[in-house]
Every structure is written in structure tokens, then in C-alpha cells.
């Protein structure tokens, strides 16, 4: 019978790391029980905290003001306002800090819900109350904090102070190095400065992301035909992300203004993926002016080109490009043959003809391209 | 002889231990990752306003694959939730893998379905496809039914894959539930970084919620043991393990359930594999390899919000062959990528995710095996130091707890989807108690696995579902 071996280190070892072991259990445990109370109660806290500030400051909101007399100083209206506020300022002195911030917090949140909803002097008194808080001062220093989050945070809200104090500091966080932050900044610069803001928007923003690009649509679709003068600025842009960004909207708009200068784009700048982006936006805007130079495009040598050509003359409907359209059918890819077949349908009844004779041509594949087409016609016109 | 046997045997134990020590210190770094990681996340999407994408032409347009076979009773209810998701513009393709049931007959009555004449580019190998269905009906003119000769999932996906008409492909099991806004949050990160090529969501267990025509309207827990333990694995394996490994850029497995990809990716390394039960990880792995080795940058994304939910295995019967195909799967990818394999060429990729996944995935129910055997013989032979193995069960048993608390509390402290205090206590309670049986089955048959590959067995094996029904609470 063999022996046990000595055991010594090797128990020590084990022992340390069952203790080890058991503490991270019991800590991992206890983090998870202590973080649910404490957070339940501080969500608790907060919403007492937020009603009671609300319902203070709607009481405020909606006071009404004794009238001043005509020559009195323009201060004279701040000095009404602050009055309202002066015992709120000073309870707010009197508490430990600890607690002075999470009322604070609570005063921020309720006046920034009421400066959503409220316009004219009430809206001035809003911003005022913002002003002789702090708040707005306190949002300009959070802009350039190290954590993207709170920068973030501080520019979102800074839209809704509706303070023109933050202006300058928006605007440098236009360049910020977080996307999120941008695009905060972009949102509060529109909210504040309104359509103008889009000319500084997209003469300061570099290699938009898709998302941006998403987000900062919403803004210039609020302001519509309006926007359209600074996209057409925008299209002088160096950067292609922004560039690409006002050709697409632009064509979202539909605004004709827009016809020449993408016109311009498409047949002249350097840059192929630019150029087929505006050769869309042609096509969608439907503008017939732009169906001569579309056609030339069709034989193309840069595939892209050649297929935003071909789908733009889709969407306008072009008979004279029928023929050329009918070779790229029979000569080009299956993706190609297919997006040629739209077009060629899409141009009415001489399009429709000429697709029928592919049908009984003696191409398998060009046969089955129109087959599919026309099927898609018919069912399209029977849905509506 | 005995001294040499002895020798051995004290060796191998040690080595059992110096692996138990690499896994939990592996296991350690992964949750701290991943705690840092879900922050992040938390922290980005509390900026991230979802609606612009809804409307915006800008938005990318995406396909969603969903592979049917023999999903006659579901099938329905299944598309008809898929076609109800919150998303701009998207296509559903279902792709009837030669089902042997009236899977495709039960579509096109309840589609007014037509025969096609759209033409088949097969970019991707495939079987056969027999045809190609719309619906008459405007409201279900997104929906295209693609009925093909039976290939396997890998097959019907790479057929789907043929078929979607836009550049995003979400694939996705038939019978798996989206969320409303899953497709939004799992296309966020190809907007964000056009180097994006795949990115996955989380899956969770659905037993135990209440479902009402295939939307989960209240989330809880079954009253079963095996789907609760599921859900505490399913909280390690997608909280505290893909989230990590995303922070790295070594995220190996998309889920079959719910992963959004780059469909000209896809294609550039050839679809999905057919000669394996792993295709999913298999196509990740894969898209890793060929991008790192062209030198193109690139990223695999885990989101930890989008969710899919599945439903679990509630028998062992059913349980057993769904983990003895993943690790069948797992073999296949490690033996099919061992060029990656502690390869510096590969980055992270093979000098971490795939030891990883190659030392501690594949090979540890076969060391936790050994090590029970092991101790036995010790034991035996008389050489066995019973305090040390006692005391070796207990620090493993309370990693085992901790990892499992890790996966419970990452969630706690982001989505909480399980509200109810009851909820968190019992899946606590669920972490402990797993690892006395339950771990050590699910290493058995893990391990079972190495023998049926070695057998040659290759097929996904019988799974049977319940099926979500219109209204669930079991």
C-alpha cells in the first residue's frame, strides 16, 4: 500500500483559493442584493424629488406677474423672476452638499421637461430661471469634461436650456472626438439656432457614419425646402461623407433648385462614387433635364455609373433610351440585365412592347430577366 | 512500477488543477470585459434615438432569413410576426427546406402564394430550388417563400442568401421569436462602422414567458428545472462570454438563432458550409480568417439588447443530442480552423479566442472527466489525499457558483428583463445548484460528442419543440 503524498503547500494553496473563492462569492452576491435595494430606493427618491420640484416650478411658471410700469429698467423683469426663485435658492444654500446635488438634479430635470412644452414669456422665464441656477454654466463646464458620456449628456440638455450662452461651446463640440457627442451637439445647435445652424453643421463635420447621417437627416427634413440652400453650400464640401449626406438630401427634398448643381456633380467631379451618388439623386428627383445626359452614361465604363444611370432612368421613365437600354439587357450581368429590364418597363407602353420581344428571344437568361420584369408589372398594377 | 504509476498520476493531477486555475483566470478576465463592455454599451445606446431610422431612406434595407423544415404547426404564426417587425424597409424569406410535412402547402394558402418567375443566381452553392413564391396580397409584399430540395440549415441559408435582394441578411431559426426593435438595434453597428461584417444578439430562453401570437408579452420563468438552468447558462454564454470576447474583436460564434450579416462578406468566403453542425460559428470563424488573412480591416459585433427569444429543451433526451451537436460543431470549426490556432498571424483570433475556445470549450469536460476518473484511481490505489480533493471540489464549485453569479448579476445591472425580485433570487439559487449534476451531465455529454464525431455522425439529430402557441406560461 502506497502512501499519501506530503501535503503542506499544496493545502495552502487550495485553502487560499477556497477563501478567495468564497469572498468573491459572497461579495458578487451581496453587490448584486445591495445594488437592487440601493437603486430601487434611489429611482424612489429621485421621482418624490422630481414631483415636488415640478409641481413647485409649474406653480411658478404659471404666476402671474405684476405689470411693470413703461419706464421701467429692462432688469426690472429679471428682478420679478428672481424673486420667485430666492427662497428655493436659498434653501438650496442651506443643505450638505450630498444633498444639494441631488436636489439640484431634480430642479434641472423638472425645468428641462416644462422647456419642451413651453413657449413666449413663459419660455424666457424658463431661461432665466436656467441662467440664475447655474445650470447654464454648469452645462458649459460639463462640455468639456473627460467622459464622452457626460460631454454628451451636457449638449443634449444644453438644446433643450434653449440658452444662447452654449451656443460658441456647441459648436466646439461639433469637432468633438465621440460620435454621440456630435450628434447631440448637432441636434441642440438646431434647436437653438434653428436651419441656419446647417451651415455650420456641415462646414465643420467630417466622415459621417451612416448613423450620423440618419440623425442629422431628421434635422434638415424639419426644416425642408428651407435646408436647401445650405445643402447646396454643403455640396462644395472636401469631405465625401458630407458631400454624399447633401446630394441625398437634396434629393429627399425634391427641391428643382437642386437639378443643376447635381447635374454638375454627375458629369463632371472626380470622384466616381460621388458622381453615382448624384446620378441617383437625378434620378429620383425625376427631372426630365437630366434624361439626355443619364443616357450617355448608360454605356459608361465604371459599373457603378452605369447602374445608377440605368435605375435613375427608371424612375423618370425614358422611351429614346430604350434601345440602348435593351443592349445593356442583352450584353450585361444578371444584376445589371435585371435593373436594365426595370427601366425599359418603367418607359411606358414602347418599353413594355420591347420587353415582350426579349421574351420570345433566343436567350434563356434574357427570357427569364423580362419574364420576371414583366410578372413584377402586372402584379404591381393589379395591387394597385 | 506502482512509484511510476503514482508519479503519473500526482502529475496529471496537477495539471488538472494548473488547467482549473488557466479556465477560471480565463473565466475572470472574460466577465471583467464583459462587465466593461456592457457599460459601454448601456452608456452609447442611452444616446441612441431609434425613431430617424424607422423613417429615413438612409437606412439600409434587410433581408431576414428564416430556414423552415417540417414547421408545419408554427410556420405561420412564426412569418406572420417576422412581417410585423418595427423596421423600415425589410424583406421576410422563408426557405422551405424540403419539408416532409405540409410546411410549404400551409404557406401558400395562408399567403395567397404564386408561383414566381423571378429569376434563381445561384452565387452560393446550394441544392436545388423548386421555386419561388409572393403573395398576391399587398400586405405581404415583402414575403418571398423559397421551396428547394432538402440540405440542411447551412444549405437553406446559402438558397436564402441567393435569393435576398438587399446587401444586410439576418439569419434566423423559424421557430426563434424577434423583438419588436431587434432588427433596429442589430443593424446599429453597421451604421456606426462601415468595417462591420457580422454582428449577433442575444438569445434567450422564452419557456416561461407568456406569448401571444408570437410576441413575448411577459417575460418569466418556467417552473421546470432544465430551462432555468438554461437561462443561467444562456446569461454566462451571451453576457459574460460574447460580450467579452466582442471588446476583443475575437467573437467566434454568431448565434444560428439571430445574427445580421454583410451579405457581399458572406459571399467572399463562400456561404455557409454544409458538411457541418457548426455552420454558424463555422461562417465566423471563417469570415475571421480570410479577413485577417487579406489584411482588410473588419469587426464582429456582439449586441447585448436585440433579443431573440428560443425555446429550450425541457427533456434530457432533447437537451443531450442539442449539446452534443454543439460540441460536434465546436470539433469541426477547431479541427477545420487549426491553422489559426495559437498562430500570432491571427491576432487575438488565434492567440486567444481560439485557445480559448480549443483548451477551455472543447477540451475541459474531458479534463473535468479525467480528473473524476483520475480521482477514483487514486482513490483505489490508496494515494488519494481526500482533504485535497474536497477541498479542490469546493473552489471549484464556488467558481462554478461565481461565474454563474457574474452572468446573473451582469444582467441585473443592465437590461433586467426579469423584474420580479423572486426571478433574480431563483436564478441565483439556479447558479448554485447546477453544479451539482447538472454540470457534470452536460460535460457527459460533451464529451459523448468526441466519440460520435469520431463515429462519423454529422446530422442535427431529432429535436422536438413544443411550439410557442399563441398564448405559453408553463
Known amino acids: ?21 468564497t469572498m468573491m462569492v459572497i461579495v458578487v452576491s451581496l453587490g448584486i442584493v445591495i445594488h437592487k435595494v440601493v437603486n430601487t430606493n434611489l429611482v424612489r427618491r429621485r421621482q418624490r424629488l422630481y414631483s415636488a420640484y415640478s409641481d413647485i416650478m409649474a406653480g411658478l411658471l404659471l404666476q402671474e406677474l405684476p405689470a411693470l410700469l413703461p419706464n421701467a429698467r429692462t432688469s426690472a423683469l429679471f428682478d420679478q423672476y428672481e424673486l420667485m426663485i430666492k427662497s428655493i435658492k436659498e434653501q438650496l444654500v442651506r443643505m450638505t452638499p450630498a444633498r444639494r446635488k441631488h436636489e439640484r438634479e431634480a430642479l434641472r430635470l423638472a425645468l428641462i421637461d416644462f422647456a419642451k412644452d413651453v413657449s413666449g414669456e413663459i419660455s424666457d422665464r424658463l431661461v432665466y430661471f436656467f441662467y440664475s441656477f447655474g445650470f447654464v454654466d454648469e452645462q458649459i463646464i460639463l462640455l468639456s469634461n473627460r467622459h464622452w458620456w457626460i460631454r454628451a449628456q451636457a449638449a443634449r440638455d444644453a438644446g433643450l436650456l434653449k440658452a444662447r450662452r452654449v451656443i460658441t461651446s456647441l459648436t466646439a463640440a461639433l469637432e468633438d472626438e465621440h460620435p454621440d457627442v456630435r450628434i447631440q451637439a448637432m441636434e441642440s445647435l438646431a434647436r437653438l439656432v434653428g436651419v441656419e445652424s446647417l451651415r455650420t453643421i456641415l462646414r465643420v463635420s467630417r466622415n459621417l457614419s451612416q448613423w450620423t447621417s440618419i440623425e442629422l437627416s431628421t434635422i434638415v427634413m424639419e426644416y425642408n425646402e428651407a435646408a436647401v440652400p445650405f445643402l447646396v453650400e454643403g455640396l462644395e464640401s472636401k469631405d465625401q461623407s458630407v458631400l454624399l449626406f447633401c446630394i441625398e438630401m437634396l434629393a429627399e427634398i425634391g427641391f428643382v433648385t437642386a437639378v443643376e448643381p447635381l447635374r454638375h456633380l454627375a458629369s463632371e467631379y472626380p470622384n466616381v462614387v460621388v458622381r453615382a451618388k448624384a446620378i441617383e439623386a437625378l434620378g429620383r428627383l425625376g427631372d426630365e433635364r437630366a434624361e439626355v445626359m443619364l443616357t450617355s452614361f448608360i454605356d459608361n465604363p465604371f459599373p457603378n455609373i452605369r447602374l445608377k444611370s440605368i435605375e435613375a432612368l427608371g424612375r423618370i421613365g425614358a422611351p429614346k433610351a430604350v434601345p440602348k437600354l435593351l443592349k445593356r439587357l442583352r450584353q450585361g450581368e444578371l444584376s445589371e440585365k435585371i435593373i436594365a429590364a426595370r427601366a425599359i418597363a418603367s418607359s411606358g407602353s414602347v418599353g413594355m412592347k420591347a420587353l415582350r420581344s426579349v421574351s420570345v428571344s433566343r436567350d434563356a437568361l434574357n427570357i427569364s430577366v423580362a419574364e420576371q420584369v414583366l410578372e413584377e408589372f402586372t402584379v404591381a398594377q393589379e395591387r394597385t | 512500477m506502482i512509484p511510476i504509476l503514482q508519479i503519473i498520476l500526482h502529475l496529471y493531477f496537477l495539471y488538472v488543477i494548473l488547467f482549473f486555475i488557466v479556465m477560471n483566470l480565463t473565466y475572470t478576465i472574460l466577465l471583467t470585459l464583459s462587465y466593461r463592455e456592457i ?11 431609434f425613431r430617424p431610422m424607422l423613417q429615413s431612406e438612409l437606412t439600409p434595407p434587410v433581408t431576414l432569413l428564416a430556414p423552415a423544415y417540417n414547421e408545419e404547426p408554427t410556420v405561420v404564426d412564426s412569418v406572420k410576426s417576422l412581417l410585423k417587425l418595427n423596421y423600415g424597409m425589410y424583406e421576410v424569406v422563408v426557405i422551405n427546406d424540403g419539408s416532409k410535412d405540409k410546411t410549404l402547402d400551409v404557406l401558400k394558402k395562408e399567403f395567397e402564394l404564386y408561383r414566381s418567375k ?4 445561384p452565387a452560393l452553392k446550394a441544392q436545388a430550388v423548386r421555386g419561388i413564391y409572393r403573395s398576391h396580397k399587398t400586405a405581404y409584399k415583402n414575403l418571398v417563400v423559397v421551396d428547394k430540395e432538402n440540405g440542411g440549415k447551412a444549405d437553406a441559408l446559402n438558397v436564402g442568401i441567393n435569393v435576398a435582394r438587399y446587401e444586410y441578411v439576418c439569419a434566423m431559426d423559424a421557430d426563434s421569436l424577434l423583438e419588436d426593435d431587434a432588427l433596429q438595434k442589430v443593424m446599429k453597428p453597421f451604421l456606426e462602422d462601415s468595417t462591420v461584417v457580422a454582428s449577433g444578439g442575444i438569445v434567450r430562453i422564452a419557456n416561461g414567458c407568456e406569448i401571444d401570437h408570437g410576441r413575448v408579452v ?4 418556467s417552473h421546470k428545472l432544465l430551462p432555468l438552468f438554461q437561462v443561467v447558462e444562456y446569461f454566462r454564454a451571451f453576457l459574460s462570454g460574447r460580450m467579452g470576447w466582442q471588446g476583443l474583436n475575437g467573437l467566434l460564434i454568431i448565434s444560428g438563432a439571430f445574427g445580421m450579416f454583410k451579405k457581399s462578406a458572406v459571399i467572399e468566403v463562400g456561404g455557409y458550409r454544409h458538411d457541418t453542425v457548426g455552420e454558424d460559428m463555422e461562417l465566423v470563424a471563417r469570415l475571421h480568417r480570410i479577413k485577417l488573412e487579406k489584411k482588410e480591416p473588419y469587426k464582429v459585433i456582439f449586441v447585448p439588447d436585440p433579443v431573440c427569444w428560443t425555446e429550450a429543451p425541457e427533456s434530457l433526451q432533447m437537451l443531450a443530442r442539442q449539446r452534443n451537436r454543439w460540441h460536434r460543431g465546436l470539433l469541426d470549426v477547431m479541427i477545420l480552423h487549426r491553422k489559426m490556432l495559437l498562430n500570432g498571424d491571427y491576432g487575438v483570433v488565434g492567440l486567444a479566442a481560439m485557445p480559448y475556445f480549443f483548451f477551455v470549450e472543447l477540451l475541459g469536460p474531458v479534463i473535468e472527466f479525467s480528473g473524476y476518473i483520475i480521482s477514483i484511481v487514486m482513490y483505489a490505489l490508496g494515494i488519494l489525499n481526500m482533504k485535497m480533493v474536497i477541498l479542490f471540489f469546493i473552489v471549484s464549485l464556488f467558481y462554478g457558483v461565481m461565474f454563474s453569479v457574474g452572468g446573473v448579476l451582469l444582467e441585473e445591472i443592465s437590461f433586467r428583463r426579469y423584474p420580479n425580485p423572486k426571478h433574480l433570487a431563483l436564478l441565483l439559487a439556479m447558479g448554485v445548484i447546477e453544479n451539482f449534476g447538472y454540470r457534470q451531465l452536460t460535460a457527459w455529454w460533451r464529451i459523448k460528442a468526441f466519440y460520435d464525431h469520431a463515429r ?12 410557442f402557441g399563441n398564448v405559453q406560461s408553463s
Open chain 1, 1 to 21: 500500500m502506497l502512501s499519501p503524498p506530503p501535503m503542506g503547500f499544496e493545502l495552502l494553496i487550495v485553502l487560499s483559493l477556497t477563501i478567495a473563492a
Open chain 2, 39 to 49: 457599460m459601454k454599451y448601456m452608456r452609447h445606446n442611452s444616446f441612441s434615438d
Open chain 2, 118 to 121: 423571378q429569376v434563381y443566381n
Open chain 2, 218 to 221: 411577459k417575460v418569466g420563468l
Open chain 2, 456 to 467: 462519423g455522425k454529422r446530422g442535427w439529430g431529432l429535436m422536438q419543440r413544443k411550439g
